[in-house]
């Protein structure tokens, strides 16, 4: 399947734009894009940048240097350290941010935002932009990047194990525990069977507390300034959320520790909950062994709504103070989030193509009428509410950790929902008021 998918992305990316003959005169405007794509994300990447150079590129005296930085996490500590040095020249006129820099690139005082493009290239249509995930990159009003690789958490399952138990689908953790008695205990080799297997954290909490109406913290989760308190103690939603996550785990069908993609595509694993960015490495994995089915992520309970928050990466642009590069810098992003380029990115990643148009593409519509699993995401995208948003704070790393170790310490060690809640609620609080303070 590698191969095949490389293939068509490859000869969809050849149609992506027109062939140009470069422009004469001055030398090219040079420009520098760090990412932080690996494997096939980061083939399609780079294969995407060698022809917006021998297309686009040519055509306007354009050359675009790409350079992997690593996971996200390393790419963001290298932008904060080189904003903390204001060594303003080490920036990339083109960076592949995730949302841990959200804030830092906001108050960075040289971004150069998608706001600002648009200032000086009215004609361009936002609307040709997934809405949804457009919103993820605004942040106090201000359309920060333009999105670039969109993914969202869904659930992957086991479709000939179900089948076979004459089970449904699960769409509420309830249903999960449901499957306990269904399923066997054992796969064929004498493993024991897990029916589902996740340690929660600040991204996947957010979904479910979104699910019931309620933000992790203040501010929208943060989409509108600075987060400085929670915000679903009150309301609840932490408490309805941990009481049927304690019930749900004392059914004997969760099992307190991270799912794999190896216990998955090996069938120790029946329920998977990951990003839909897994789709083309899960179906080449499994490779046929059983038949994998994806669906929406699932319910808290019977009374929350289906949805969860777009999370992945976004393309985000600096003001170098020449006016020649920020231009090019917007030709380069505008050209990655063209209809043709996501199709093909999609194509060989799982990820959802963030253009409208992209649906439109003859090849992505094949690569859907084969593998229906590819549209789950969008689907799930469009039918979330737009009123959830993803978490954006300051200390994002600690307060990931902070959930997924409470959490996990409140089902080993029995505590009840209601010590649970004021035990996180202290903690999180806790790191909001460190961080608030340390960056007065």
Sequence with gaps: ???????????????????????????????????????????????????????????????????????????????????????????????????????????????????????????????????????NWNFSGVQLGLPFAASTTVMFYNKTLLDEAGAQPPETLADIAALKPLLPEQTADGTPLMVYAVLPNSPTLTNWL?????????????????????????????????????????????????????????????????SSSNVTSLLEKIDGAFEMGVGYYPK???????????????????????????????????????????AAFATATGYTPVNKGASLVPAYQDLLAQHPQYGVSLQQMLETPRDMKSVTVGPSQDFYYAIQDNISTMLDEGWDVDEAVDILAEELNGLLTQYLQANQ
């Excluded at 998918?5 to 490859?10: G, K, N």
């Excluded at 940048?49 to 240097?65: H, P, R, S, Y």
């Excluded at 309970?301 to 020449?322: E, H, I, P, R, Y």
């Design 1 to 135: 399947m590698t191969k095949k998918l490389l293939s068509l992305m490859l000869a969809m990316l050849m149609l992506a734009a027109p062939m140009a003959t470069l422009a004469e005169g001055n030398e090219p405007v040079a420009i520098t894009f760090w990412h932080s794509m690996s494997e096939n994300a980061g083939v399609i990447t780079e294969k995407a940048v060698q022809d917006f150079n021998e297309t686009i590129g040519k055509e306007k005296n354009i050359v675009v240097t790409p350079v992997y930085q690593g996971k996200y996490s390393d790419s963001v500590t290298k932008m904060n350290s080189v904003l903390s040095a204001k060594s303003y020249d080490e920036l990339p006129d083109v960076m592949n941010l995730d949302a841990t820099g959200k804030v830092v690139y906001h108050a960075s005082g040289v971004a150069y935002t998608v706001d600002d493009a648009l200032k000086d290239d009215p004609d361009y249509n936002l609307d040709d932009i997934l809405e949804v995930a457009r919103d």
């Design 210 to 274: 979104g699910q019931l109406g309620s933000y992790l913290v203040d501010q929208k989760n943060g989409s509108e300034a600075v987060a400085t308190r929670l915000d679903c103690l009150e309301n609840g939603a932490l408490k309805t959320f941990l009481t049927e996550w304690q019930a749900l785990y004392a059914s004997g069908a969760l099992t307190n520790a991270a799912g794999s993609s190896d216990a998955f595509v090996t069938g120790q694993l029946a329920i998977y909950t990951t």
């Design 300 to 342: 808290v309970n019977a009374d929350a709504s289906f949805g969860a928050t777009v999370s992945g990466s976004c393309l985000v642009m600096f003001d170098k103070q020449d006016d020649a590069r920020k231009a090019a810098a917007w030709e380069l992003v505008k050209y990655l989030t063209s209809a043709d380029v996501q």
